[in-house]
């Protein structure tokens, strides 16, 4: 069984710049959640979506969205880039929201360089 | 909103001792689960606990729910080189809430 994917492996935009970065979660998980890491420091939750709806957000400013689309795969798009931005993003999905459901599947990551 | 708290942030051992590291929520937790992720790579679901003080074990790694089910431990017998990585707790108190990671601990082994 395939993994969560994520493309590109590596991105790298200048300051002001937009970033789309893409998720496959793994087949039958209609849950994927998006995560920003910078070095050395925690997963920071970024956003939730299942069923195609955003489940929840966390605390990010508005140029971090996404959408899921009818496949449950995933875009975060990042508008108006800005240095620190630069970050390892984790895409993950799950089987269901709720319950004992929600071990989430990690995929390898999306390193963002920003100029 | 819910809070996962983890510590210690870094911890260095020498390879062969034990380590530790502890997980505290700000409300009560559904379930807990652990996640390991080495340097370089991305986390990795390592295990799900779901009652009162349950604990479990895989093989020198031992993990307890509080019997409050606020807290959690990771505990390695006799690290090894293998154990280096950024172990994360992540809890949820179910429903939409979705799961809260903690922001981990950096095991760090000296040989």
């Known amino acids: 069984e395939a993994g969560v994917t994520q493309s590109p492996t590596h991105l790298i935009k200048t300051r002001g710049q937009q970033a789309t970065l893409r998720c496959s979660p793994i087949?039958?998980?209609?849950?994927v959640y998006w995560y920003q890491q910078a070095l050395g420091l925690g997963l920071q939750f970024l956003l939730w979506?299942?069923?195609?709806?955003?489940?929840n957000r966390g605390n990010f400013p508005p140029r971090f969205s996404g959408r899921q689309f009818p496949n449950y795969s995933s875009e975060l798009n990042v508008n108006a880039l800005e240095l620190e931005d630069s970050a390892l993003y984790l895409c993950a999905s799950s089987l269901a929201p709720g319950g004992l459901q929600e071990t989430q599947y990690f995929g390898p990551g999306t390193r963002l360089l920003v100029l | 909103g819910q809070q996962v708290m983890q510590i210690p942030q870094y911890q260095h051992v020498q390879e062969g001792e034990d380590f530790t590291t502890y997980c505290n929520s700000s409300t009560t937790l559904s379930n807990i689960q652990w996640y390991k992720q080495r340097p370089g790579g991305h986390p990795v679901f390592l295990i799900q606990?779901?009652?009162?003080?349950e604990v479990k074990k895989q093989k020198r790694l031992t993990f307890q729910f509080g019997e409050a089910k606020k807290n959690s431990s990771l505990h390695i017998t006799a690290t090894q080189t293998t154990d280096v990585g950024t172990y994360f707790c992540a809890g949820t108190g179910g429903g939409a809430d979705g799961l809260t990671f903690g922001k981990g601990t950096h095991l760090i082994i000296q040989p």
């Open positions: 087949s039958g998980h209609t849950s």
């Open positions: 606990l779901v009652k009162s003080g």
């Open positions: 979506y299942d069923e195609g709806e955003e489940r």
